[in-house]
């Protein structure tokens, strides 16, 4: 690999880091004290009255919750601690294939330039039409479930003291784990770009950008959400809206594909030890994005070219 592409990008990877960092950090610190206090509780009885309407129990609300406040695996940790009927971990899985680690990922999305409200929206939409749905659709799935895999346990932290410090390494462990995927892969990017090897891939990756109503630079901004995730994957983003020249509609654009169906190898797979059928839960996920993301671009264009008729119109 050349020097120059080696140093530029590793600068490029810690700036990035950094600037990721000072999101994630204070965020995932903020919600491992709130696991340990009664705010999470409280969240989780506001909205059992939802869960009847949805097709779960009360209990869903519980992985629901720290699915969202967390991440997935948090979420596959709480589901498999109850009984729970396999249609009912269907559609807690769809749902949080959606909307999970909401307050992290919504924020990070925010230093690319979408606005939190839009993603929280379709995110949250998203997951309770998806839930509707399979309720009324899917006659079958009364059995309970039966998990392949049950997580160790780990022992509750006694006292402030423990939950800060508990807290503190988990956000830094955060932290380390961006730096060893971000640092890499911007050095890979640089290196890809430097041979023209990126180039020739936007290129390869145009028609299906153009198909979705975006440009072909937004392909780079698309790959990378769509394989590693938002909250990784936005350290990419944010170098490929900088030097690839995105739109703020593209990047939009490929943003509302992204809530929908990002990081599909890793939050694919690990819903598997729940013993549900993945593979409706991966094409649920492609379907609804590339549906979403044409019906956006679509009114967006339209709404683009009334504009521009009225203008021209009254230039005349």
């Known amino acids: 690999m050349h020097v120059s592409s080696l140093k530029k990008g590793t600068q490029v990877g810690l700036k990035t880091t950094w600037t990721l960092g000072k999101v994630i950090f204070p965020i995932t610190l903020l919600v491992a004290i709130l696991q340990h206090t009664p705010i999470l509780k409280w969240v989780i009885n506001r909205i059992e009255p939802l869960m009847s309407v949805l097709g779960l129990s009360g209990d869903a609300a519980i992985p629901l919750v720290i699915g969202n406040f967390l991440n997935l695996y948090a979420a596959i940790g709480a589901i498999l601690s109850l009984d729970l009927t396999v249609k009912e971990v269907f559609i807690i899985a769809v749902m949080l294939s959606f909307s999970h680690n909401l ?17 929280v929206l379709v995110r949250l939409g998203l997951a309770i039409v998806s839930a509707l749905v399979i309720r009324f659709v899917w006659a079958g799935g009364g059995e309970l479930a039966q998990y392949g895999m049950v997580p160790s346990q780990t ?41 023209g090897w990126l180039a020739a891939f936007s290129k390869w990756m145009s028609p299906f950008t153009r198909a979705l109503g975006m440009n072909a630079n937004t392909s780079t901004t698309l790959a990378a959400g769509l394989l590693i995730g938002l909250a990784y994957g936005a350290g990419v983003m944010i170098e490929a809206v900088k030097e690839d020249g995105v739109s703020r509609k593209d990047v939009t654009i490929a943003f509302i594909f992204l809530v929908a169906c990002h990081a599909v190898v890793e939050d694919t797979l690990i819903f598997i030890p729940l013993g549900i059928p993945v593979l409706p839960l991966l094409i649920i996920r492609l379907v609804t994005a590339i549906v979403l993301t044409i019906t956006v671009a679509f009114i967006w264009n339209r709404v683009d070219t009334v504009k521009e008729r009225k203008r021209l119109n009254y230039e005349s």
């Open 155 to 195: 022992a509750d932290p006694n006292g402030w003291g423990e939950i800060l410090l508990m807290g503190i390494q988990k956000a830094s462990l955060g932290i380390l784990q961006l730096a060893l995927i971000v640092i890499p892969l911007m050095i890979a990017l640089q290196f890809l770009k430097d041979k």
């Open 103 to 119: 307050l992290i990922e919504s924020t990070v999305a925010a230093k690319v330039g979408i606005k939190i409200w839009i993603i």
